[in-house]
């Protein structure tokens, strides 16, 4: 009852438009160089510890038209790539297949993380244009975040064991060499602030 409810809600967001939870310019924690990063709004999986918790509901957050994002990403010259995460960005598949189409019209490279792996993604009961959107992607870290699993080494682009980074973009191959055991904090011009990244839990 409680995916009944939430996908239905799903349904109720506009053609064409996405509900987030959030997005920021020129992360440098979220996939290679300097990128925006989009996380979505609403995942069934709940997993102990994760980051965004947030970002579990599928309530009406914020909603965005595919162009307004699009338009966003590309008015930060800095930025060389945009990421997707969540939440779980599969659930809103069709629109942000558009959006990375667009953006590779300008040069722009595409990674998404999923709670999924790649082989749900690519069944037939995957989330509506799932296959859409894993082909627009240049990168893609699949799997749940799992706690038991963690990894907590500065060299990591994953942070749990059972996640994989898929690179389908042979120029993206030598630049996996950012870390997810790192944070960055961007503050905003009204005085708010984001955090994003993972943040190791062991003792120094």
Known sequence: ????????????IPPNHLNIMGYIHRSEVNGPGRRAVVWLQGCLRECPSCFNPASWSFEENQILSVDELVKWVLHEP???G???SGGEP???ATALAKVARQLKA???NVMSFSGFTLE????ESAPTNSQALLDQLDILIDGPYVDSLAIHEPTSPVSS???????FNPALADRI????DQIEVHVFKDGSRLVTGYRSHQSE
């Open 1 to 12: 009852m409680k995916a009944e409810q939430a996908l239905e809600k799903l349904t109720n």
């Open 90 to 92: 599969f659930w809103q």
């Open 82 to 84: 945009i990421t997707f």
């Open 177 to 180: 060499t950012w870390a997810s």
């Open 106 to 108: 300008h040069g722009l």
């Open 78 to 80: 800095e930025n060389e």
């Open 161 to 167: 064991r059972n996640q994989r980074v898929y690179v």
């Open 120 to 123: 749900e993604l690519q069944k």
